[in-house]
């Protein structure tokens, strides 16, 4: 049973296990990434990613490349894969396409070079495994050409840190003020204690308040 969920860029194949009642992803799966469109430069190098895979193995799996130039479907790219882990037979129809896909990681991606504004537009990877009846599958893939990219604006994004960082400068500045004010507190507490106990010490030897005069008789004539 084929499935595609709507606006999928990936066809699911959907196999029922004998006497077991459960159900199971089973057959051949192609996608094109989380990211289903790409901006590129004018004049740059682009890379259309394709990645296939299957639980119940491969055999002659046939794969291509198309470009639709508004709904010509153009052959770019085209080949065979024996069976899991050997390399494909590939035929490339475009002189600036070059496939660099490997069965060993189930990658059929392919480099577009020097892209052109007539290059814009969607790329499909087409796959077909004949164990599964010959069930082709499909991903796309977007491909967008401009002639400088887009700057982001990190305005915001200063702005926020800017906030954050002088709200942390304030708490550290507040931090160190209170330090600075307990310690200064501590200080003045001793030195006004040193003061007290030295005045006792002075008026206790000098005979003043607090000091017991020595009482001495009146001399005999």
Known sequence: IVLQAPGSFIHHVICVLPCSGVWSVGGLEVS?????????????????????????GIK????????NDNGTMNMLCGGDIPMEGVEPKTTVYHERVEFVGSSKTNNISILLWNITFEDQGEYTCFARNPKEKNRNHS????????????????????????VLG???????????????????????TKTNTCLVSSSGNDNTENGLSGAKAENKGTPKA
């Open 32 to 56: 094109t990434g989380k990211v289903s469109s790409v901006e590129a430069m004018n004049g740059s190098t682009v890379l259309l990613p394709c990645t296939y895979s299957s639980c119940i």
């Open 166 to 188: 002088g709200v942390i400068g304030l708490v550290i500045i507040i931090m160190v003020v209170k330090a600075l004010g307990v310690r200064l507190l501590r200080v003045k």
């Open 60 to 67: 002659n799996l046939h794969f291509n490349w198309q470009y």
């Open 139 to 162: 991903a796309t893939f977007t491909l967008i050409v401009v002639d400088q990219m887009r700057e982001i604006d990190n305005t915001l994004t200063v702005l926020i840190v800017s």
